[in-house]
DNA sequence: ATCCGTGCAAAGTATTTGCAACCTA
DNA sequence: TAGGTTGCAAATACTTTGCACGGAT
């Protein structure tokens, strides 16, 4: 078993939940799915291929879950659905994305890049900034060449 | 009038639609709540006070066509609803936001702040960049006081 | 007369909830 | 065993669509 997913599955345990055969096989794969930003419908889709009894509605409630416990992130990329990902392990404040309009594929920047910029907004509107999310939007290098 | 409603309207008059009465109400309503980002039901509640007979399907419509048009800007921040603003004039690269997570104020951030970054990331990821979208979370002033 | 625009109601999509049965710590 | 958890179906929330009527050119 890959080192997140057994972590992920330690610090549900460590919580006031149970580590239900549901929880374990939706976080085997989101960890499996890393990187892709599915959403409950796709998770689901994936989920019921190996355990047919899994419900959609379970599979909202244990993402509302994960992302309780930090194990997860939701985010909405304006096209009507949640997205869910893996949190960054030892960071929670690194939310970037590229997004293709062509392709519509979805690659994480890693860095944050927004440090400064953020005390420069903190004294300026008197903000105390404690997340940020940054997208940008264009096409990728395959898409231009379409 | 004011002038930005002039403008809004003349742009709808110039393009193939019309400029009819509830497209006209729901233009001044924008205008007359700049900076508010309001969502779809809240400007429906607004238009219907002056114009009862306006539907909710209308005022839907009505923003697609703003948003095509190039108008208003339609932004999700992730409370489930879609939330219209009026674009920044002569700049379609702006949505820089404040998001008390206290009060759920939404505060604009004028500076595109962005330019240097997006010249860094096209280079190192082959990515053509045509908008982005920042957000900050956190507390304003007031909320912090509580 | 034509064609776009409208209101209404129905449909659609994503997500949440009530509840009895079930299962895990 | 006790209480969290589940599947199912129904409910909810937001948005879109079908359609016949209405209005402007």
Known sequence: ???????????VN???YKL?????KIIET??????????AEEIYGLVTLEAPDIGLATVYRT????????????TDF????ARYELASPGDDHR???LICSGC?????????????LESTLEREYDFCITDHRLEFYGRCASCRSD
């Open 20 to 24: 239900t055969r549901q929880r374990s």
């Open 95 to 97: 939310h970037h994305h």
């Open 30 to 39: 989101l960890v499996a799915t890393a990187g892709e930003h599915l959403s």
């Open 78 to 81: 304006g096209d009507g659905r």
């Open 1 to 11: 078993m890959e080192r997140s997913t057994r972590e992920a599955m330690e610090r």
């Open 104 to 116: 519509g594929i979805i690659t994480e920047v890693k860095d944050d890049l927004l440090d400064d």
């Open 63 to 74: 993402l509302d879950l994960l992302v309780t416990l930090g194990i997860i992130e939701k």
């Open 14 to 16: 460590r919580s006031r």
